[in-house]
C-alpha cells in the first residue's frame, strides 16, 4: 500500500498577481521553490485564506528573489493580489518511509514572500 502524503508546504504567501489570459498553472519564485523542495511542472493544491478556494495546478518558476507568486488562466478568477495562499505538494510514500518522513514547511516574511 502507498499513502499520500504532504511533501512541501509554503505557508501564508501573498498572493502578487493574477494572470487571466496566461494559459493555466502557478507561477511561484524560484527561492521559495527551492525552499520547499518544489520543482517546475510539479503538481501543488492551492487553497485561498481570504475565500476558501481550492485549486489543483502545476508550478512554472518564477524569477528568483522576486517574491513572486501568480495565479494564471482559470486560477486568476479564484484568486486576487493581496489574497494570502497555502500552497501544498503531495508524495506517495510506503508506509514506512511516511512514518519518518517530515515535510518542509516554508513560512515567508509576512507580505513580502521572502524568505527570512
Known sequence: MMLQM????????????????????????????????????EMVHVVNNNNGERIVTYIIKGERGSGVICLNGAAARK??????????????????????????VVIPESGTNRLL
Not at 12 to 37: F, H, P, R
Not at 79 to 104: L, T, W
Open 6 to 41: 504532504l511533501k512541501a508546504k509554503l505557508h501564508c504567501v501573498t498572493v502578487t498577481e493574477a494572470n487571466l489570459n496566461y494559459m493555466g498553472s502557478i507561477t511561484i519564485d524560484e527561492a521559495l521553490m527551492d525552499a520547499a523542495g518544489l520543482l517546475e511542472g
Open 79 to 104: 484568486f486576487q493580489p493581496g489574497d494570502i495562499a497555502i500552497i501544498m505538494a503531495y508524495a506517495m510514500m510506503s508506509p514506512e518511509e511516511a512514518a519518518v518522513y517530515k515535510p518542509r
